[in-house]
Nanobody, 131 residues
Framework: QVQLVESGGGLVQAGGSLRLSCAASGRSFSKYPMAWFRQAPGKERQFVSAIRWFAATYYVDSVKGRFTISRDNAKNTVHLQMNSLKPEDTAVYYC?????????????????????????WGQGTQVTVSS
């Protein structure tokens, strides 16, 4: 089991920046892919970014070039640096851990963007971007 706590959300003006953090505890962490999802009112939960244990990263097209995901396995933390924020980025942001890690991840056939493939979630942090 893993426990996740997100922080760093807030209110920011369009064009500004925020840095989200996710603190993890519990099961072995370093070899598990982790991801950020977001959900706006009336919308489905949307994949934002993921990072694998060897630091390969993935991003939804709408945030490429603006957001950067990173991890510090020694500190059991994952970050999402968000620059050039837009009002459409407004949402609750959630940190999640994939249900499988290395070496069983070798056989994972997904693309890291399906929320149903993640088995641990934080409670979210609100990001609001004003125009």
């Amino acid at each position: 089991q893993v426990q996740l706590v997100e922080s760093g959300g807030g209110l920011v003006q369009a064009g500004g920046s925020l840095r989200l953090s996710c603190a993890a505890s519990g099961r072995s962490f370093s070899k598990y892919p982790m991801a950020w999802f977001r959900q706006a009112p009336g919308k489905e939960r949307q994949f934002v970014s993921a990072i694998r244990w060897f630091a390969a990263t993935y991003y939804v097209d709408s945030v490429k070039g603006r957001f950067t995901i990173s991890r510090d396995n020694a500190k059991n933390t994952v970050h999402l640096q968000m620059n050039s924020l837009k009002p459409e980025d407004t949402a609750v942001y959630y940190c999640a851990v994939l249900r499988v890690g290395y070496p069983t991840e070798t056989y994972y056939s997904g693309t890291y963007n399906n929320p149903n493939e993640y088995d641990s979630w934080g409670q979210g942090t609100q990001v609001t971007v004003s125009s």
